[in-house]
């Protein structure tokens, strides 16, 4: 069976992704489609917009058929720790062949090209690193241009058309570039596929006819236009979510507690958590006494080292407390795969997984597979703040079933 | 001059309070009334109903000349606690003659006799005390039955018309008792006087026309009728902060951030907490991860020994961190005395007490009173959080200035 596997999000799930899922059956040619998706914190440093169960649903809904989850300490993470994540627990399940992502470029040679320089970092590409870092250049910038002139030295791309800077400024094309470098490392044998992205920016917060960005989706959910870019299964889940006060949660639901943490917790605490660096203790705490809105006090402590995403990444790490002594995590292996959701043929799948994983398999997770889960049960225990009813109850994840699918 | 204190909590401030006032001026025959009055915390264990910027105004525009804060420390504490503080407070103002307050008896003598038996505690009432403790009563149950005993032995009270069992059962007496016992216990040269209350029980849930409960008002302020049970201003305050979302402040306003603390402290943390005893901080911990609700884990936990309203004191204690260390505090007068609205009247007391107070008069706070004032800063930090506005900002209790009322 030809598996091909899928890293997604789906907050919300909208018509770019129903194109992205027939392009990847297309181009792969797949007899199944796994999808490993963020659970309830995502990797713009957010709550998911609507519960990881009705997304799980949305999955299934439009062609994948088993969803597995990407544990928290991956999901929330920086575009390295997500892709590594999400390769990662695709590689564990040992049933994938190919991974097919959405990027701007839509060439897979030029990403693989640039991901293996970085990856094994060859000796002529690290002297122009080290030249350009004693020029003075910032690591990044030094990077880029040491890439650039590698590339061109040895001929590598087709120059004329190939830009290497503006691969480098879009996002979609840096997290492919990162899958890659997940594969190399791991030395998978997942095969990657990349297909041209419809909207250009992911972070679009303009609604654009029948294919609008999740951001856009979200920022403009209350807008009837907004039905125009999602199947309509999925417009009527959320809105069904809304109605049960289960959506949209954002980090506004969040600003209490953030705001409580940051003002009663000791510097010494803050620094102990995962990215918080360089003083940003202090000016977290600062900002939680001069602003009154979660926005505000991301907006106050933003800065070009620090985007609006690692921000808003580092509020979930101390949300959730994730203390430094957690970083190694994200450079490790999973050590479990948790099942979603399922329809038949995600079914036969999960037992091909029972056979060739690399690492447990949770299905239905009971009481005793909780130290296992830990993170990412304790993460739904919070997020779970924000929603109302049975789901409020701790520990409510350690007793979900998977979704089972039937058409 | 001939000053009277009075201690309250106006959370929020009723037709039952007006009378109060005006038999208190009757009374004592006074020239002119302090109120020491809780500040964001009050005494069932609960955040102040309003603002008690707008308490404040509410009592000046009532006929109170002068508000003091009773800080928080004492604020949510025990009878004995709250006593304790608010008249310690008004004791170290150095202004004050009379107290008087509202109680179901409403005869002074027989709430001094029992207040003066438990404070000097004489040979035979000890004796009882012991003998009944010995047969195996709880300590309150030996408690009443010496206080009976010695009282009917020694012909102290006319035990016809009383039943000292009947005087202990009501939550006013009790903190009548309370206020005389703390007199007794700083030597204080403040004299008692009572009034009988109106309303007999304090938390009658009901409206009852003119004259209801705070907690009724609470609970019904949605319904037009509560406009008969308080002045016409007040009402209007009150619904004018409920347009603008700064009321009704509850509970509820506070679970998220409560279970949040509950679910991810470890129980030793919780175990220091003031109050939290006797494995209290594992039914607390439990109760966040099986119910979804604070109304719910507050029903949940409560027992005989641990009342409702001492459940949400802890839950309080837990919400600003209040741990054993303080405990001292609640058994130390004041060391600060802060002002929170005066009329004309009210600012010749200021100046007087500048004179007279044994403490230090804080009107208008600046960052140096900081360590002074810190535990009431705080507390008011955590309190905003319920807020909207300017309010939110931190230490914004710190920068406000008292209300000068002009009637």
Same mark, same amino acid.
């Given at each position: 069976?030809?598996?091909? +596997?899928? &890293? #997604? ?28 998706? *963020? ?8 709550? !998911?917009?609507?519960?990881?169960? #009705?997304?799980? /649903? ?6 994948? @058929? ?6 928290? =300490?991956? *999901? ?14 695709? @590689? ?21 090209? =640039? ?34 002139? $590698? ?28 899958? =890659? ?7 998978? /044998? ?21 294919? *609008? ?15 125009? !870019?999602?199947?309509?299964?999925? $417009?009527?889940? &959320? ?39 360089? +003083?940003?203790?202090?000016?977290? /705490? ?24 690692? &921000? ?26 948790? #099942?979603? +959701? ?26 005793? @597979? ?10 739904? @225990? ?6 109302? +009813? ?9 007793? !979900? ?7």
């Amino acid at each position: 069976m030809n598996v091909t +596997g899928i &890293i #997604v999000e789906y907050n919300p799930l909208h018509n770019g992704h129903v194109y992205h899922i027939s392009k990847t059956k297309e181009l792969t040619n797949c007899d199944a489609l796994v999808a490993v998706m *963020s659970g309830p914190f995502v990797q713009r440093g957010e709550p !998911s917009f609507v519960d990881k169960w #009705v997304r799980t /649903k949305m999955a299934l809904n439009s062609g994948v @058929d088993l969803v597995i989850e990407l544990p928290v =300490i991956y *999901s929330k993470s920086s575009a390295e720790g997500f892709a590594f994540g999400a390769v990662s627990t695709l @590689d564990a399940t040992g049933i994938i062949d190919n991974i097919c992502f959405g990027s701007e470029i839509g060439d897979i040679s030029a990403l693989y090209k =640039i991901a293996e320089i970085l990856v094994y970092e060859p000796s002529n590409y690290k002297t122009y690193l080290k030249n350009f870092l004693k020029l003075g250049d910032s690591y990044p910038s030094a990077r880029l241009k040491a890439l650039n002139n $590698y590339i061109l030295y040895h001929n590598l791309l087709n120059v004329n058309d190939i830009d290497i800077e503006n691969i480098l400024n879009n996002s979609n094309n840096i997290l492919g570039i990162e899958y =890659i470098k997940s594969i190399l490392k791991i030395n998978s /044998k997942i095969k990657p596929y990349t297909i041209k992205r419809i909207v250009n920016k992911y972070n679009q917060k303009n609604l654009t006819g029948n294919i *609008s960005s999740a951001t856009a989706i979200r920022k403009n959910f209350m807008n009837e236009e907004v039905k125009k !870019s999602m199947p309509d299964f999925c $417009y009527k889940m &959320i809105k069904e979510q809304i109605e049960n006060k289960n959506a949209p949660i954002s980090l506004k639901d969040f600003e209490d507690i953030i705001f409580y943490i940051l003002r009663t917790s000791d510097t010494k605490k803050l620094e102990n958590i995962i990215d918080v660096n360089e +003083g940003l203790e202090n000016k977290l /705490k600062q900002a939680s006494e001069d602003t009154k809105d979660i926005y505000e006090l991301i907006k106050t402590v933003k800065s070009k080292r620090y985007t609006q995403t690692r &921000i808003q990444r580092i509020l979930i790490n101390i949300l959730l407390n994730h203390t430094k002594d957690l970083n190694d995590k994200i450079n490790n292996y999973p050590n479990y795969i948790r #099942v979603l +959701g399922f329809n038949d043929k995600g079914r036969q799948l999960i037992k091909l997984m029972k056979k060739n994983a690399k690492v447990p398999i949770i299905t239905n997770p009971n009481k005793n @597979d909780y130290n296992l889960l830990k993170l990412d049960i304790d993460a739904y @225990d919070v997020y779970s703040l924000a929603l109302n +009813g049975e789901k409020r109850l701790s520990k409510s994840d350690l007793k !979900s079933t998977p979704v089972y699918w039937q058409p």
